[in-house]
């Protein structure tokens, strides 16, 4: 515990020195990024050591706040989340000096570096907190440091709205935590999590569906996501790793938390996490489909991640509450494997989108093309992730998808609809994602990196600098890796399961050396295929040694001239699909063609906004601040009035007071 | 017993790219022609392997690292799938799911050399190839889901030696309703009539044959050989389970197997011959019909 406290110091102390050294830019990075990996690195060993062992950790200091106690605990399900929030934000770190170092004239990296050292900590006391104002103050300053963050470029129009979007929803979710915490506290009566008494079932449902509100709106569960498509994009590209990787995964750990707390869970509730899981992954992959913005369609394929890790956390539930070993152990390990695999890839794609914007200076997919020419390392590194985020064999991202799917295949809860829905929602639904993400992924590694330059920045563009490749080329290194060594990787949820549930821990053993068997087929199929790929490649090379090979222009019909603007653009690409799902989504085309009989300019706009924001916030708010203008006559800015005001609730509470002593 | 598994791989080797002649055969006896010979396929593939090559100036690696990938899971795939009762290299529990993606790996290169030569036409066959392989995919996968619920086994091998006589009388609805949405994965994943017509030459309406347009010489000799096996395949899975056939003389099971993928081949020629291709926005009613079908066939196993 004392080392893990240790390393958050040191961070802190980065982050605090760089503030001060707003004049010399280059150093304050320095400095707090030095900070932030270090104490990273410091604080990462308690938590393997935790991870592996299944030895739980605590300190409990007093504090002088009303219900409040500084008291923070490390436990296996702690010390999973901890690894990648570690993990990942010292590497996007080192890839954010390289990458904001052309911004060093124009703006603070002191403080921006301040708030990225305080969000860093920050998540790591909401995922250590064990009492329920620390909890919640935790959240809250993880809130607000990543709203300075988002609004890095504040003198922008976009980010400002970006930016107030982030901060309300983040303001509602927690609303409905503090709801949480006060009805859990006002029971156990202690806001501390290890008092724990058995909750009346009522009680426990309401809280479910707080715990479902509060935390989805920080994990982006549909339809509580609108802000991620908002907060990405604007955030510097860094950010939004550190955002969609880890930030986003504590509205999961909170998720996890709340099950320990809340006793057996209900059958409804599995269904609830199955269904917002099926729903949110779906929706979300459709509408990262429809998207023109790189950084946009990643945000929503965050909503897609968030989604299969949920079907994920379902299944294990509904193994709970139907007593199943096989559901629960191939279920959360699944999900929570699936956690750490979406901080990996999601970030790798985040950190390659910046190299993107850093080089072409757009993120829009229409206006790119053919740079792997020029970008070979990030495109390279975007292949991996691309494949690992489609959740294609032999990646990591394959493994924790397949353990799901093989969890509802060997389920034995019996026959009927308890089995049928399960199976066929899980099934249904994780097959079609699977096929939508290659969708998209093709869509996105085609169109940008392919083909021929659509614009003249594509056509100028050039590799990222060292401290960024060198973070992509990790976190492409560590998609092999989590998948090669998948067998080995899975069992840390021999000490996070226990935690979960109270199943025999001898049947989570057995359930787990078994999958752990068949992944290890798994990695054989892999490695072969690795094999049989590098000696054909030989074959192929050989194969050619003396034949004749010539290069051409791309077959064009027997056009004079083909250009660059007549290749496939990702809206046409993804038409076909964006039109066969057009109920969801809602694709507003807007197309001005020449009616004359002569050729004149014409122009075809597609925009694909959310239909939540469209359809239920949009005239929710309206309705809210229709409501809310009859209260306005109270608004005068008379300050006479005011004051009576004050002293009216002053001489009613008074009353009050008196009456009731 | 290692003999047996080797002869499971080597026989999709040898035999997948017959298929491909039988089926143009058919063809040929339904328009009246004589035909090319059966074992054309094999002519072009060899033909083809000792050619140059000619490569566009617009594609990068992937462009010729995309065979080789496709050509590699094919291979993993035939270690995967077993043929006619004929034990296989491969067998752990999930392989099914692994077979599923692994052919996703394929599409994945495949899609992208088509998006690597810069054409629209490729790009129209490559959002087209993605828009109908994700509607087949939960035919696919639901489809094995049933009859892993049926049988009570997760692995390929273990699934189809658990399909017996017994097995189609006990529920031959659900079998029935499996075989006909595996008949249209079949069909849709290996760019057939009524998906994608595998003979036009017309860019705008083809899916397979426009992505691979602009290969040629040893890549498209690969690619046309992985599309052959990927077939066989794909067969062998619908073969194992139409024919519950599992005597004890291994010959008798693989003669067995081989009719019907001899069957499989003809009913495709004679499809093909038969019926024209469906408009291209008709096909996802087709491919949600096969999951719709998948669906059902689950629904009377678990009921």
């Given at each position: 515990m004392s080392i893990f406290i240790l390393g958050l110091t040191v961070i802190l102390a980065g982050g605090l020195v760089s503030i001060f050294l707003g004049r010399r830019p280059a150093l304050a990075s320095f400095l707090a990024v030095a900070g932030a990996a270090v104490g990273s690195i410091?604080?990462?060993?308690?938590?393997?050591?935790?991870?592996?062992?299944?030895?739980?950790?605590?300190?409990?200091?007093?504090?002088?706040?009303?219900?409040?106690?500084?008291?923070?605990?490390?436990?296996?399900?702690?010390?999973?989340?901890?690894?990648?929030?570690?993990?990942?934000?010292?590497?996007?770190?080192?890839?954010?000096?390289?990458?904001?170092?052309?911004?060093?004239?124009?703006?603070?990296?002191?403080?921006?570096?301040?708030?990225?050292?305080?969000?860093?900590?920050?998540?790591?006391?909401?995922?250590?907190?064990?009492?329920?104002?620390?909890?919640?103050?935790?959240?809250?300053?993880?809130?607000?440091?990543?709203?300075?963050?988002?609004?890095?470029?504040?003198?922008?129009?976009?980010?400002?709205?970006?930016?107030?979007?982030?901060?309300?929803?983040?303001?509602?979710?927690?609303?409905?935590?503090?709801?949480?915490?006060?009805?859990?506290?006002?029971?156990?009566?202690?806001?501390?999590?290890?008092?724990?008494?058995?909750?009346?079932?009522?009680?426990?449902?309401?809280?479910?569906?707080?715990?479902?509100?509060?935390?989805?709106?920080?994990?982006?569960?549909?339809?509580?996501?609108?802000?991620?498509?908002?907060?990405?994009?604007?955030?510097?590209?860094?950010?939004?790793?550190?955002?969609?990787?880890?930030?986003?995964?504590?509205?999961?750990?909170?998720?996890?938390?709340?099950?320990?707390?809340?006793?057996?869970?209900?059958?409804?509730?599995?269904?609830?996490?199955?269904?917002?899981?099926?729903?949110?992954?779906?929706?979300?992959?459709?509408?990262?489909?429809?998207?023109?913005?790189?950084?946009?369609?990643?945000?929503?394929?965050?909503?897609?991640?968030?989604?299969?890790?949920?079907?994920?956390?379902?299944?294990?539930?509904?193994?709970?509450?139907?007593?199943?070993?096989?559901?629960?152990?191939?279920?959360?390990?699944?999900?929570?494997?699936?956690?750490?695999?979406?901080?990996?890839?999601?970030?790798?794609?985040?950190?390659?989108?910046?190299?993107?914007?850093?080089?072409?200076?757009?993120?829009?997919?229409?206006?790119?093309?053919?740079?792997?020419?020029?970008?070979?390392?990030?495109?390279?590194?975007?292949?991996?992730?691309?494949?690992?985020?489609?959740?294609?064999?032999?990646?990591?991202?394959?493994?924790?998808?397949?353990?799901?799917?093989?969890?509802?295949?060997?389920?034995?809860?019996?026959?009927?609809?308890?089995?049928?829905?399960?199976?066929?929602?899980?099934?249904?639904?994780?097959?079609?994602?699977?096929?939508?993400?290659?969708?998209?992924?093709?869509?996105?590694?085609?169109?940008?990196?392919?083909?021929?330059?659509?614009?003249?920045?594509?056509?100028?563009?050039?590799?990222?600098?060292?401290?960024?490749?060198?973070?992509?080329?990790?976190?492409?290194?560590?998609?092999?890796?989590?998948?090669?060594?998948?067998?080995?990787?899975?069992?840390?949820?021999?000490?996070?399961?226990?935690?979960?549930?109270?199943?025999?821990?001898?049947?989570?053993?057995?359930?787990?050396?078994?999958?752990?068997?068949?992944?290890?087929?798994?990695?054989?199929?892999?490695?072969?295929?690795?094999?049989?790929?590098?000696?054909?490649?030989?074959?192929?090379?050989?194969?050619?040694?003396?034949?004749?090979?010539?290069?051409?222009?791309?077959?064009?019909?027997?056009?004079?001239?083909?250009?660059?603007?007549?290749?496939?653009?990702?809206?046409?690409?993804?038409?076909?699909?964006?039109?066969?799902?057009?109920?969801?989504?809602?694709?507003?085309?807007?197309?001005?063609?020449?009616?004359?009989?002569?050729?004149?300019?014409?122009?075809l706009n597609t925009d694909t906004s959310d239909i939540c924001e469209k359809y239920i916030y949009q005239p929710g708010f309206k309705f809210l601040s229709e409501l809310l203008a009859k209260l306005r006559w109270l608004q005068h800015g008379r300050i006479q009035l005011y004051i009576l005001y004050i002293a009216l609730t002053l001489l009613i509470l008074l009353i009050w007071k008196l009456m009731k002593a | 017993m290692i003999f047996l598994k080797i002869l499971n791989t080597v026989l999709a080797l040898i035999t997948a790219p017959l298929l491909l002649g039988i089926i143009n055969r058919t063809k040929a006896f339904f328009a009246g022609r004589n035909g090319q010979p059966l074992l054309q396929p094999y002519y072009d593939i060899w033909k083809l392997l000792n050619k140059g090559s000619v490569y566009s100036i617009a594609t990068s690696r992937i462009f010729r690292i995309g065979p080789v990938v496709g050509f590699s899971v094919v291979l993993i795939a035939a270690a995967i799938v077993p043929f006619g009762g004929l034990p296989v290299l491969l067998d752990f529990q999930g392989d099914l799911i692994l077979f599923a993606y692994l052919f996703g790996l394929s599409r994945f290169f495949t899609v992208l050399m088509a998006m690597d030569t810069a054409s629209s036409f490729e790009g129209m066959g490559a959002s087209r190839e993605v828009t109908f392989s994700a509607l087949t995919e939960p035919a696919l996968l639901i489809g094995l889901a049933a009859i892993a619920k049926y049988t009570g086994y997760v692995s390929l091998a273990q699934i189809f030696s658990s399909i017996n006589f017994d097995a189609w009388l006990n529920a031959a609805p659900a079998f029935i309703l499996i075989g006909f949405a595996f008949l249209i994965v079949f069909l849709s994943e290996n760019s057939r009539i009524p998906v994608d017509d595998p003979n036009t030459h017309l860019e705008l309406t083809m899916i397979h044959e426009v992505m691979i347009l602009d290969h040629s010489g040893p890549d498209l000799a690969i690619i046309l050989y992985s599309a052959a096996m990927k077939m066989w395949l794909l067969g062998a899975i619908l073969t194992g389970i139409v024919i519950p056939v599992h005597s004890d003389n291994v010959f008798l099971n693989v003669s067995a197997a081989l009719l019907f993928m001899l069957l499989l081949a003809v009913l495709t020629g004679i499809i093909e011959s038969s019926m024209a291709r469906l408009r291209l926005l008709h096909v996802p009613q087709l491919l949600i019909g096969a999951a719709t079908l998948s669906v059902l066939a689950l629904i009377l196993i678990l009921r």
């Open positions: 410091i604080s990462i060993f308690p938590c393997f050591k935790i991870l592996l062992s299944g030895i739980a950790e605590s300190m409990r200091l007093e504090w002088n706040v009303p219900f409040g106690s500084f008291f923070i605990k490390i436990d296996a399900i702690s010390a999973l989340f901890l690894i990648p929030i570690f993990g990942l934000s010292a590497i996007a770190a080192v890839y954010g000096m390289g990458y904001l170092s052309s911004y060093s004239s124009r703006k603070n990296l002191g403080v921006h570096w301040f708030f990225y050292n305080l969000l860093l900590i920050a998540m790591a006391l909401v995922v250590v907190a064990r009492n329920g104002v620390l909890f919640l103050v935790s959240w809250e300053i993880m809130s607000l440091s990543s709203f300075f963050l988002v609004t890095f470029e504040y003198e922008q129009e976009k980010t400002q709205k970006a930016g107030l979007i982030y901060l309300i929803a983040m303001h509602i979710g927690t609303a409905f935590l503090i709801a949480f915490f006060v009805l859990l506290g006002n029971h156990n009566g202690s806001m501390d999590f290890d008092k724990i008494s058995v909750l009346p079932s009522s009680l426990a449902s309401i809280l479910f569906l707080l715990a479902i509100v509060g935390f989805g709106t920080k994990a982006g569960f549909m339809p509580f996501h609108v802000w991620l498509p908002y907060a990405h994009p604007a955030a510097p590209s860094h950010v939004s790793a550190v955002m969609s990787g880890v930030m986003i995964k504590t509205g999961i750990y909170g998720l996890v938390r709340t099950l320990t707390l809340l006793g057996t869970p209900p059958e409804w509730w599995c269904w609830t996490l199955i269904i917002i899981g099926a729903v949110s992954g779906v929706l979300g992959v459709l509408f990262a489909l429809a998207q023109h913005d790189l950084k946009r369609l990643l945000a929503y394929h965050s909503v897609e991640n968030i989604g299969i890790i949920t079907i994920g956390l379902g299944v294990g539930l509904l193994g709970i509450s139907k007593g199943s070993p096989v559901l629960v152990v191939l279920g959360f390990t699944g999900g929570l494997f699936h956690v750490i695999n979406h901080a990996v890839f999601k970030g790798l794609l985040f950190l390659c989108a910046g190299s993107i914007l850093h080089s072409c200076g757009t993120g829009h997919i229409d206006r790119l093309g053919g740079i792997i020419k020029r970008m070979p390392w990030t495109a390279c590194t975007f292949l991996i992730g691309a494949i690992a985020i489609s959740g294609l064999p032999p990646l990591n991202g394959f493994v924790s998808e397949f353990m799901i799917y093989l969890g509802v295949f060997k389920s034995d809860t019996g026959s009927g609809m308890n089995e049928l829905i399960p199976s066929l929602i899980v099934i249904g639904s994780l097959s079609l994602i699977g096929g939508l993400a290659l969708a998209c992924f093709t869509k996105a590694f085609g169109v940008i990196f392919l083909g021929l330059p659509r614009s003249s920045e594509a056509q100028h563009a050039h590799e990222a600098g060292t401290c960024m490749r060198f973070s992509m080329v990790i976190l492409a290194a560590c998609c092999v890796i989590l998948g090669i060594f998948s067998p080995l990787v899975i069992r840390f949820a021999e000490n996070v399961i226990p935690e979960i549930t109270s199943l025999n821990t001898e049947q989570i053993q057995i359930e787990l050396s078994s999958a752990s068997g068949i992944l290890n087929h798994f990695v054989a199929a892999s490695l072969i295929l690795m094999g049989i790929i590098g000696i054909i490649t030989v074959l192929h090379k050989l194969l050619f040694g003396r034949r004749i090979v010539r290069e051409a222009v791309t077959w064009d019909c027997g056009y004079a001239r083909p250009e660059p603007r007549m290749q496939y653009t990702a809206t046409s690409f993804a038409q076909p699909l964006v039109d066969l799902f057009r109920f969801f989504l809602r694709t507003n085309k807007d197309i001005s063609r020449s009616e004359d009989i002569f050729p004149a300019q014409s122009r | -």
